[in-house]
């Protein structure tokens, strides 16, 4: 098959990390006899200092235009520090799900045998972890209504969601628990918030549609602690947008490192694939930050063309590098560290 790809490296370590998913994505290309076309694009702080947009229209039209997207990371301390900047990059985040109709954002958490002692959670707690976060992407919070008022000392961020936005992203967890054990957990606070009540209801609505799933639905606080103390009694959970954000994080701990956990963000057409782990502006140009995450964005990229043996060479060469200690410094543990593009490198020689 042939492909183009828009290539968005971004800020912080992510120019690095695309690097090496970039050079196995072309090893697996070859094995396999496809052909990429790499597009690269500009975005985030990145694109702030070139065009003073964080997203630009070229940007989009060459994603737009592109049969996936490839995702380094965005972000810049010199924003965070800012409160008043008018330009972010992480709006230029915001902008592009909306913009590619992103909604569904998947986030895995799943442990490698060889890492179990790499968690600071007990080992016989964490074992046979293998869950699926459907974070909702381009609603709630994110998007409402923001603002100050009473000059400037009040604001206000309003969270609103649409039974049809509730519906599609449920749609793809019932579709996912029917691919997976056939079981779905709704998280929400729906005690208090009245969008929750409105997902409970509307998710309620579609269990006849599957009547082979067991829903269960939990509140998000319960939810923050169980994940922790039984993360393998979960398999797929579905929340809205900001619940998801903090839950994905609090579940990579699981895996031993941030480093690790890849993404995709799926929706109207093309599919959007990117580490979790953010721009780690303190790693960036020195070579340490590990390249798997992305790495293994690129396997749910291959995965999500339908080309399963293509993802599964990748996964399978990712498992082989942490079984022989082919890692970067936060899984070394005091022994050797391999450079970003060193364990690039090694990957794509061993596809
Ligand atoms: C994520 C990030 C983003 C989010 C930020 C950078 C806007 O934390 O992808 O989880 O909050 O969605
Ligand atoms: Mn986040």
Same mark, same amino acid.
Not at 57 to 74: K, N
Not at 147 to 164: I, L, W
Not at 318 to 328: I, M, P, R, S
């Given at each position: @098959?042939?492909?183009?790809?828009?290539?968005?490296?971004?800020?912080?370590?992510?120019?690095?990390?695309?690097?090496?998913?970039?050079?196995?994505?072309?090893?697996?290309?070859?094995?396999?006899?496809?052909?990429?076309?790499?597009?690269?694009?500009?975005?985030?702080?990145?694109?702030?200092?070139?065009?003073?947009?964080?997203?630009?229209?070229?940007?989009?039209?060459?994603?737009?235009?592109?049969?996936?997207?490839?995702?380094?990371?965005?972000?810049?301390?010199?924003?965070?520090?800012?409160? /008043?900047?008018?330009?972010?990059?992480?709006?230029?985040?915001?902008?592009?799900?909306?913009?590619?109709?992103?909604?569904?954002?998947?986030?895995?958490?799943?442990?490698?045998?060889?890492?179990?002692?790499?968690?600071?959670?007990?080992?016989?707690?964490?074992?046979?972890? +293998?869950?699926?976060?459907?974070?909702?992407?381009?609603?709630?919070?994110?998007?409402?209504?923001?603002?100050?008022?009473?000059?400037?000392?009040?604001?206000?961020?309003?969270?609103?969601?649409?039974?049809?936005?509730?519906?599609?992203?449920?749609?793809?967890?019932?579709?996912?628990?029917?691919?997976?054990?056939?079981?779905?957990?709704?998280? +929400?606070?729906?005690?208090?918030?009245?969008? /929750?009540?409105?997902?409970?209801?509307?998710?309620?609505?579609?269990?006849?549609?599957?009547?082979?799933?067991?829903?269960?639905?939990?509140?998000?606080?319960?939810?923050? @602690?169980?994940?922790?103390?039984?993360?393998?009694?979960?398999?797929?959970?579905?929340?809205?947008?900001?619940?998801?954000?903090?839950?994905?994080?609090?579940?990579?701990?699981?895996?031993?490192?941030?480093?690790?956990?890849?993404?995709?963000?799926?929706?109207?057409?093309?599919?959007?694939?990117?580490?979790?782990?953010? /721009?780690?502006?303190?790693?960036?140009?020195?070579?340490?930050?590990?390249? @798997?995450?992305?790495?293994?964005?690129?396997? @749910?990229?291959?995965?999500?063309?339908?080309?399963?043996?293509?993802?599964?060479?990748?996964?399978?060469?990712?498992?082989?590098?942490?079984?022989?200690?082919?890692? *970067?410094?936060?899984?070394? +543990?005091?022994?050797?560290?391999?450079? *970003?593009?060193?364990?690039?490198?090694?990957?794509?020689?061993?596809?």
């Amino acid at each position: @098959m042939k492909f183009n790809i828009a290539l968005l490296a971004g800020d912080g370590i992510g120019p690095e990390v695309i690097e090496q998913a970039v050079k196995v994505s072309d090893a697996v290309a070859e094995k396999f006899g496809h052909e990429i076309s790499w597009k690269p694009a500009l975005t985030g702080a990145a694109a702030i200092d070139a065009v003073g947009d964080p997203y630009p229209d070229d940007t989009h039209d060459i994603c737009a235009s592109s049969d996936a997207v490839l995702f380094g990371a965005i972000g810049h301390p010199r924003f965070d520090n800012d409160p /008043s900047a008018k330009v972010r990059p992480e709006q230029g985040l915001l902008k592009m799900r909306k913009a590619l109709g992103l909604f569904a954002n998947v986030r895995p958490t799943f442990t490698f045998p060889s890492l179990l002692d790499k968690s600071p959670l007990k080992k016989e707690r964490i074992e046979g972890t +293998d869950l699926v976060f459907l974070r909702e992407l381009t609603g709630g919070i994110y998007f409402g209504e923001k603002g100050r008022r009473e000059e400037g000392e009040t604001a206000y961020d309003n969270c609103v969601y649409t039974r049809k936005e509730v519906q599609r992203l449920a749609k793809k967890g019932f579709e996912l628990a029917m691919s997976r054990s056939k079981k779905l957990c709704c998280v +929400d606070k729906a005690n208090v918030l009245e969008t /929750s009540r409105l997902w409970r209801e509307t998710v309620q609505a579609m269990e006849k549609d599957y009547p082979e799933v067991e829903v269960s639905y939990e509140f998000v606080d319960a939810v923050a @602690m169980r994940l922790v103390q039984w993360p393998n009694s979960y398999d797929v959970l579905i929340t809205e947008n900001l619940f998801g954000d903090i839950l994905t994080d609090e579940a990579s701990v699981i895996s031993g490192s941030m480093g690790l956990m890849p993404s995709a963000s799926l929706g109207a057409k093309i599919g959007l694939f990117e580490p979790i782990h953010g /721009s780690y502006p303190q790693a960036a140009g020195k070579n340490i930050a590990n390249p @798997m995450a992305t790495v293994l964005s690129a396997a @749910m990229m291959f995965e999500n063309f339908g080309l399963q043996d293509e993802g599964k060479a990748i996964r399978d060469v990712v498992n082989k590098a942490l079984n022989e200690g082919v890692v *970067t410094e936060d899984l070394s +543990d005091g022994g050797k560290a391999y450079g *970003t593009k060193e364990v690039g490198d090694w990957l794509a020689e061993n596809i």
